[in-house]
C-alpha cells in the first residue's frame, strides 16, 4: 500500500535519523517512490523511480499496510528488569490521552530480583484498549511482546490463535533458552512450534546498542536498559501513535540526566522508525477515541483511586487525614501517594509494624482526625485485636484491605478475595464491622469515600476490600468537581448531653455515640478494650449490659442499609432466569460475559455488590426474582455462604483460585452451560 507523507520541509537525513509525524497527504500521480530499509543501523535509501511533481512523496513502506480495529489486547513480557512495567504504562497513558477506552493488568514476580532469564522472574503488564467500551483487561492477547525466552513460555498461553508474537532474538541464545527449561536444542523462533502465530523476530539488544553506540558516552549495561523504549518506540509506530507523550515524560523524569534522556529518546525514535523502514510487510493499526461522556478524565489504578479518595473524603468533612501504615504488598502504594499530597494537611506515618500502624490511627480518630490505615491479609490478622478495640470505643476508623492470594505470605503479588471471611468474622467476641468493596480501579475513590462517610456518620470502623487486581490495574476516570461531591456531616460534641452530665455512649437516631475530641472542657470521659456501661461507658460486667451493648453494637452496623443505595440490576431484566450476583474485581468480567450472552438471546442479568454489611435493603427481593443465582468468586465460596445463610436460596457458586481473574469467557461458558 502507498502511503502519501508531506516532505517538503523535511531532508532525507532528516528522514533517515528522526520520525515524520505529518498526517498522509492525498495520493499524487507524479511523485517519488523510494524504498527505505534498515540495514543494522545504517539507513539504506534506494530508488526505485522518479517522477517529480511540487513536494509531495509517495512513501512505500515494504507492503506495510493500514487497518483499523475496534480494540487491541496487548501482553509486554520480560525479566523483571527489563522496563516492562514502565513501557506498557507509557503505551497505556499514550492511549488514554487518545480517548481510548481502556483496562490493565500488571502481573509481577513474586520475588524482588529472581535470577534473570528464569520464569519466577517474568514480570508482565496486559492492556486492553479501544474505540468502544472495554470493561476487562481481556481474555486473550492479540500481540505478545516477549524480551526472551521465559517470557514467551509463561506467557503463550495467553497469546490467542494467529496472535502475533514480537521476539527479542537475543533473549533467546542457548543460556536463555537452558534458564527458561526449554530442553536443549529446541528454539521456538526456529522449530515450527509457533507455525500458528505471525512471529516478528527482531534483535532488540543489538538494535539498541547499534542506536547509541556511537556517540552517547554510555557503557553496555546503561545502553540495553533502554531497549524497552526500543519496544515502545515500535509498538507506537504499529498503532499509529505519536511520541510527544513518552519523550516529555522522559523529559521530565531524566532532566537532571541528560546523557541517559538523549540515550531513551534516540532509542525510541529507533524503534519508531524500524517500523517505516522494515523489509518486511507489516500491518498498521488504528483505533480511534472511544464514545464516552465528555468531561476530564484522568488515567487512574485502584491504589491512586483509594489515595485520592480518602483526601476528598478529608476534605468534605473538615477532618485532618492521619494514614498510619506498614509496608506490604500490593497496598504499599496508597502510602506512595498520600505522601505525595502534604498541601492537603495529609499526615502520613510509617510504622515499626501493623499494630503500630493501626493503633496511631485509632489514637489520630480519637484526637478528632479522620483515622485510615491499610494492608494485605497477612496485616490484617496482626490489627485484627486492634480491629476490636476500634470497635469496643466506637469511633471513626477506615481500614484497606487490598487483597492477596494466601494463606500466610501465599501470593504476595496475585490477586484474590479470600478475605471476605476474615473481613466478616476475623476477631475475637462480636466484633460487627461495615464491609464495602470496589467493583473496579476508579470505584476504588466512590468506595473508600463512602467508607470514610459511614465511618465518620455512624461512629465506627469500616472495612474497605480492594485486590491486587484493581489496586494495581488502571482504567479511565472522569474526574469529579469537589463541589459534587456530597457533604460528610462531622458533628463534635460541644456540650455535656444529659443534664449536667455527659453521656458518651448516648446515642441518636443512627445509634450513633457522640464524638467528643480529648481536651474539650466538661467532656472527659472513659475509653479502653473493656465492655462498656450502656450511656455512661464506665467498665461493667453485668451479664445483661453486655448482652445490650453487643447487640446494640450489631444493630449500629445493621442500621446502615438505610442510608445506602439499593442494590440495581446492572444489565439485564430484573426478574427472569439466571442473575450472576458479583462482588468486588470480579466485575468487568462478569459485565462483558452478560453483555455478550444477552446479545445471544441468553435470559441472564448482572447485578454486583458494593456494600456487604450490612447488605442493600432489597437484596433478597432481587434474588427471589430469578430461577437461579451463580455468584463468580476468585475464593472457594466465601458470598455464597452468607447469601445462603441470610436468604436461604440455592445458589450456585463458581470459584476460581489461581492467582489471576477470571476471564470473561470463563463465566460467559459458565452461564451457557446452565442456560443451554
Not at 212 to 219: E, F, I, V, Y
Not at 249 to 274: C, H, M, Q, R, W
Not at 521 to 541: A, C, D, M, P, V
Not at 603 to 631: M, T
Request: hydrophobic residues 40%; neutral net charge.
Amino acid at each position: 500500500m502507498e502511503v502519501v507523507r508531506n516532505l517538503s520541509n523535511i531532508t532525507l537525513e532528516k528522514l533517515g535519523s528522526g520520525v515524520v509525524q505529518e498526517r498522509p497527504d492525498s495520493v499524487s500521480a507524479s511523485c517519488i517512490l523510494f524504498h527505505v530499509f534498515s540495514k543494522r543501523a545504517d539507513n539504506f535509501i534506494s530508488f526505485a523511480g522518479l517522477l517529480l511533481r511540487t513536494k509531495n512523496i509517495i512513501f512505500n513502506t515494504m507492503g506495510s499496510q493500514n487497518e483499523t480495529l475496534e480494540s487491541v489486547i496487548i501482553k509486554f513480557a520480560g525479566d523483571s528488569g527489563d522496563g516492562m512495567q514502565l513501557t506498557g504504562t507509557q503505551f497505556t497513558n499514550t492511549a488514554a490521552l487518545l480517548g481510548n477506552d481502556l483496562s490493565t493488568f500488571p502481573d509481577f514476580p513474586a520475588e524482588i530480583r529472581a535470577p534473570q532469564g528464569t520464569l519466577a522472574g517474568v514480570s508482565g503488564y496486559q492492556l486492553h484498549f479501544g474505540s468502544v467500551e472495554i470493561f476487562t483487561p481481556g481474555d486473550h492477547c492479540d500481540v505478545l511482546v516477549v524480551m526472551n525466552a521465559a517470557a514467551l513460555k509463561a506467557n503463550l498461553e495467553f497469546l490467542r490463535k494467529g496472535g502475533t508474537i514480537i521476539a527479542n532474538t537475543d533473549g533467546f541464545d542457548a543460556k536463555n533458552l537452558r534458564l527458561a527449561n526449554i530442553e536443549a536444542g529446541k528454539n521456538p523462533l526456529e522449530d515450527g512450534s509457533l507455525e500458528n502465530y505471525n512471529v516478528i523476530k527482531m534483535d532488540i539488544t543489538k538494535l539498541t546498542r547499534a542506536a547509541l553506540s556511537t556517540d552517547s558516552g554510555l557503557g553496555v549495561k546503561e545502553i540495553d536498559r533502554s531497549k524497552n523504549m526500543f519496544v515502545l518506540g515500535y509498538l507506537y509506530w504499529m498503532y499509529n501513535r505519536q511520541l510527544d507523550h513518552t519523550i516529555k515524560f522522559l523529559t521530565d523524569k531524566f532532566s537532571k540526566k541528560p546523557d541517559i534522556l538523549e540515550a531513551n529518546i534516540k532509542v525510541l525514535k529507533a524503534g519508531y522508525n524500524l517500523g517505516e523502514t522494515r523489509e518486511e510487510a507489516t500491518s498498521r493499526y488504528s483505533i480511534g477515541p472511544a464514545k464516552i461522556t465528555p468531561g476530564t478524565y484522568r488515567n487512574m489504578m485502584g491504589n491512586q483511586a483509594t489515595a485520592i479518595g480518602l483526601i476528598a473524603a478529608a476534605q468534605k468533612s473538615g477532618l485532618q487525614l492521619f494514614y498510619g501504615t506498614y509496608p506490604i504488598t500490593p497496598a504499599s502504594d496508597i502510602l506512595h501517594e498520600l505522601s505525595r499530597h502534604k498541601n492537603f494537611g495529609v499526615k502520613t506515618f510509617q510504622a515499626e509494624d501493623e499494630i503500630a500502624a493501626i493503633c496511631s490511627s485509632i489514637g489520630a480518630s480519637f484526637g478528632g482526625a479522620l483515622g485510615a490505615t491499610a494492608s494485605s491479609g497477612p496485616g490484617i490478622a496482626l490489627k485484627g485485636e486492634a480491629m476490636g478495640l476500634a470497635v469496643m470505643l466506637e469511633i471513626p476508623l477506615v481500614i484497606i484491605n487490598v487483597q492477596r492470594g494466601g494463606p500466610s505470605t501465599g501470593l504476595p503479588t496475585k490477586t484474590e478475595q479470600s478475605d471476605l471471611m476474615q473481613a466478616l468474622y476475623g476477631r475475637n467476641g462480636e466484633a460487627p464491622i461495615p464491609i464495602v468493596a470496589a467493583a473496579t480501579p476508579s470505584d476504588c475513590f466512590n468506595m473508600v469515600f463512602e467508607a470514610c462517610r459511614i465511618a465518620i456518620e455512624f461512629m465506627t470502623p469500616v472495612l474497605f476490600l480492594s485486590d491486587g487486581y484493581i489496586a494495581n490495574g488502571a482504567e479511565p476516570w472522569a474526574f469529579p468537581k469537589a463541589a459534587d461531591l456530597p457533604e460528610i456531616k462531622v458533628n463534635f460534641a460541644k456540650e455535656k448531653n444529659a443534664g449536667e452530665k455527659f453521656l458518651p455512649y448516648k446515642r441518636d437516631e443512627k445509634l450513633s455515640r457522640p464524638w467528643a475530641i480529648p481536651g474539650t472542657k466538661g467532656l472527659e470521659h472513659r475509653i479502653g478494650g473493656i465492655e462498656k456501661q450502656h450511656e455512661t461507658g464506665n467498665i461493667s460486667y453485668e451479664p445483661a449490659n453486655h448482652e445490650f451493648m453487643v447487640r446494640m453494637r450489631d444493630a449500629k452496623v445493621e442500621k446502615i442499609a438505610d442510608y445506602i443505595p439499593k442494590l440495581t440490576i446492572e444489565d439485564g431484566t430484573e426478574k427472569g432466569k439466571l442473575l450472576i450476583l458479583g462482588w468486588g474485581s470480579t466485575y468487568g468480567a462478569i459485565k462483558s460475559a452478560v453483555k455478550r450472552a444477552r446479545l445471544k438471546g441468553y435470559d441472564v442479568s448482572h447485578a454486583h455488590l458494593r456494600y456487604i454489611k450490612p447488605f442493600p435493603k432489597n437484596l433478597g427481593e432481587i434474588l427471589y426474582n430469578f430461577e437461579h443465582v451463580i455468584i463468580p468468586e476468585m475464593n472457594t465460596g466465601q458470598l455464597i455462604k452468607v447469601i445462603r445463610d441470610k436468604f436461604l436460596i440455592p445458589a450456585e457458586g463458581f470459584n476460581k483460585i489461581q492467582g489471576m481473574p477470571f476471564t470473561a469467557a470463563e463465566i460467559f461458558n459458565k452461564i451457557e452451560e446452565k442456560l443451554k
